[in-house]
């Protein structure tokens, strides 16, 4: 498996303190997660966000941001296949 940092994907609003990773590996192909860390050198505990069956939104970026701000670590991935990790729905 190998993580690597990368650009959040476009026509997503960027919040403070979040980056945007990419895993690769045989099993999963290519995900994509929005990572958000509280400020300082940590450590953290760590939560990961799973989206539930309509897919990845807005909302579990900010999610993730807000867990950050009250001292938590927070992944979110965008783990359906072939999904572009877009956190672009506004129907939520």
């Known amino acids: 498996m190998e993580v ?3 650009q959040a ?3 997503v609003t960027k919040l403070e303190g979040v ?3 990419q895993i690769k590996g045989p099993a999963i192909g290519r995900l994509l997660a929005a ?3 509280p400020p300082g050198p940590g450590p953290y505990s ?5 989206h539930g069956s309509h897919g990845f ?3 579990y970026v900010q999610l993730a941001s807000d ?3 009250s001292g938590l670590q927070a992944v979110a991935p965008c783990w359906f296949a ?5 956190a672009g729905r506004d129907d939520q």
Not at 46 to 50: H, Q
Not at 82 to 86: C, I, L, N, R, V
């Open 82 to 86: 072939g999904s572009s990790g877009g």
């Open 46 to 50: 760590t939560v990961v966000v799973l």
């Open 9 to 11: 994907p476009r026509g």
């Open 67 to 69: 867990l950050a701000r």
């Open 57 to 59: 939104a807005r909302e």
């Open 35 to 37: 990572v958000a860390r």
């Open 4 to 6: 690597s940092a990368t």
């Open 19 to 21: 980056h945007w990773i």
